[in-house]
């Protein structure tokens, strides 16, 4: 198997572990996104870039159904930001910084804009 191969089926396999944990299926609420984010990201680089606060921050933005819950389409964009932001900080692009979330308004602002 390709690494990106391996990459896609790790993201749908972690995906699916998490959102099945209660016995919903397809969903994640936010201690099952949070749970997931902390066990499964290990990366001191990218460990940074998540706290409390953001996990809260990432469900205003990622839930945009507004039922609690991340379906995968959802989780998607959640790993494709922490990707981005890891792109960031790795190339110098942005700085790697932080997750950012609405602004008032709720226009989406830049995640790597300076805090």
């Avoid at 790790?10 to 944990?21: N, R, W």
């Avoid at 998540?50 to 819950?69: A, F, Q, R, Y």
């Amino acid at each position: 198997m390709s690494r990106l191969d391996q990459v896609i089926t790790t993201i749908v396999d972690i995906f699916l572990e998490y959102a099945q944990s209660d016995g919903k299926k397809h969903q994640l609420n936010k201690e099952e996104l949070k749970k997931m984010l902390e066990k499964e990201i290990q990366s001191p680089e990218l460990k940074s870039n998540i706290s409390t606060g953001d996990i809260e921050e990432m469900m205003g933005m990622l839930d945009k159904n507004h039922d609690g819950e991340v379906n995968f389409r959802e989780f998607c964009r959640c790993i494709g930001d922490l990707a981005k932001c890891h792109y960031h900080k790795k190339t110098g692009k942005g700085g790697g910084k932080r997750w950012h979330g609405k602004q008032q308004g709720g226009d989406q602002e830049d995640k790597y804009a300076n805090p």
